[in-house]
């Protein structure tokens, strides 16, 4: 089994910075996909930041230049460093994974989730 856990999140005044991090454990191999997700009251989960490959990341268009993805293979965390906050990013951000087990068995997992607040 593997377990996913969120940290980071907060209350900031528009224009800060916060960093999530997603850190792993359990029985993990190697992460294979991964990505942050937030939804905000009364609206769908949307995706964030996404990393489907190596070395690609596709990122929600109102953050791009804003959110930069990536992760230490060495602790199985991922980060969502977040820049230039504004008011609409206040969400609950999740973390995902594509992890492959040490049995080699592939599974998608979710964090718990960590609220993101911005005041305007």
């Known amino acids: 089994q593997v377990q996913l856990v969120e940290s980071g999140g907060g209350l900031v005044q528009a224009g800060g910075s916060l960093r999530l991090s997603c850190t792993a454990s359990g029985s993990i191999f190697r992460i294979d996909a991964m990505g942050w997700y937030r939804q905000a009251p009364g609206k769908q989960r949307e995706a964030v930041a996404t990393n489907p490959s190596g070395g690609i990341t596709i990122y929600e268009d109102s953050v791009k230049g804003r959110f930069t993805i990536s992760r230490d293979n060495a602790k199985n965390t991922m980060y969502l460093q977040m820049n230039n906050l504004k008011p609409e990013d206040t969400a609950v951000y999740y973390c995902?994974?594509?992890?492959?087990?040490?049995?080699?068995?592939?599974?998608?997992?979710w964090g718990r989730g960590t609220q993101v607040t911005v005041s305007s």
């Open positions: 995902n994974a594509e992890v492959t087990s040490t049995a080699r068995s592939r599974t998608t997992y």
